[in-house]
Nanobody, 116 residues
């Protein structure tokens, strides 16, 4: 069992930066592929970024490439999403995800609002 708690969301102006953090508790954090997803009302949840257990493999959605950076610290059991040059269309709830084999865990989400 893994519990995930996100933090760092908030209200910013377009062009600003935010850093989301996800703290994990539980066992074997380093085995999990960690990801950040986001979901707008009435839309499907979409994957924004993902990072493998060794940080050797990274994924970014086209909409955030070059603006967002995902990183993890296995010793601290945290994963972060640095979001730069934010746009109003980045306004959604962001969720942290931990996945390993059949195990799939989600945080409660954190709201990011970008004003124009």
């Amino acid at each position: 069992q893994v519990q995930l708690v996100e933090s760092g969301g908030g209200l910013v102006q377009a062009g600003a930066s935010l850093r989301l953090s996800c703290a994990a508790s539980g066992r074997a954090f380093s085995r999990y592929t960690m990801g950040w997803f986001r979901q707008a009302p009435g839309k499907e949840r979409e994957r924004v970024g993902a990072i493998s257990w060794s940080s050797g493999n990274l994924y970014y959605a086209d909409a955030v490439k070059g603006r967002f950076t995902i990183s993890r610290d296995n010793a601290q059991r945290t994963v972060s999403l640095q979001m730069d040059r934010l746009k109003p269309e980045d306004t959604v709830v962001y969720y942290c995800n931990a996945k390993f084999l059949r195990y799939d865990y989600w945080g409660q989400g954190t709201q990011v609002t970008v004003s124009s």
